[in-house]
């Protein structure tokens, strides 16, 4: 029972629209993490942020992606303009700290037209 | 940069048998290690993770052994289920400031009844 809470669980989109997905991670946990998997079961990290504040971002997020996690709100990750390789399963996790397990969320799962 | 390999992509195996998916790290210091397990159309559950030479980690039957000598965290259980049949990740704790995980490519485990 992942008390990590993503909605939506599932988004379709068309190319060069916004997808936007939520987050809400397990309470009293300051760190949040978004990753891309792929369909290839790999993952790639986007971003996370500890109590609000960006701690990492990778240059593919910097461009087209934008997240944010404000306070007594969801985490959010948006996709400004949807392409075809951003078809994946986008999953959020939650740490209470640094070399903490995180705990993920059952994932939003991304399919652009 | 650190990295995980995960040397088995796939293992089959039958009821009660024994299991062994091989984890080795490469990385500075000693980065936290985990293992998690991700069941079709979820997203990864954690199983349990270690942070010291020799300690040991256990959930639900599995265990692994952080060893540094040989850079492994090899996962092990001594009578597989079916309902073991998911696909598991070797990570590691990334220590240079972001505390993301690394994540292995992943072990695709299948127990027939």
């Known amino acids: 029972n992942s008390k990590v809470i993503q909605t939506p669980r599932y988004l379709v989109k068309g190319q060069g629209q916004k997808a936007k997905m939520r987050c809400i991670p397990e309470k009293g946990h300051p760190v949040v993490f978004w990753y891309q998997q792929n369909k290839n079961n790999e993952f790639k990290f986007l971003i996370n942020f500890q109590n609000q504040e960006v701690l990492q971002q990778i240059d593919m997020t910097e461009k087209r992606f934008s997240a944010e996690c404000p306070s007594n709100s969801p985490c959010s990750l948006e996709i400004q303009s949807s392409e075809a390789g951003d078809s994946a399963l986008y999953l959020c996790?939650?740490?209470?700290?640094?070399?903490?397990?995180?705990?993920f969320g059952e994932g939003t799962r991304l399919s652009v037209l | 940069g650190d990295s995980v390999t995960q040397t088995e992509g796939q293992v089959a195996l039958s009821e009660e048998d024994f299991l062994t998916i091989h984890c080795n790290y490469s990385?500075?210091?000693?980065?936290?290690l985990f293992w998690y397990v991700q069941y079709p159309g979820e997203g990864p559950q954690f199983l349990f993770r270690?942070?010291?030479?020799?300690e040991k980690g256990s959930s639900r039957g599995f265990e692994a052994t952080y060893d540094k000598g040989t850079t492994s965290f090899h996962l092990r259980k001594a009578s597989v289920q079916e309902s073991d049949s998911a696909v598991y990740y070797c990570?590691?704790?990334?220590?240079?400031?972001?505390?993301?995980?690394?994540f292995g490519s992943g072990t695709q485990l299948t127990v027939m009844p």
């Open positions: 990385a500075s210091g000693y980065p936290a």
């Open positions: 996790a939650s740490s209470p700290g640094q070399g903490q397990a995180p705990l």
């Open positions: 270690a942070s010291r030479d020799k």
């Open positions: 990570a590691l704790g990334e220590s240079s400031g972001s505390w993301q995980l690394i």
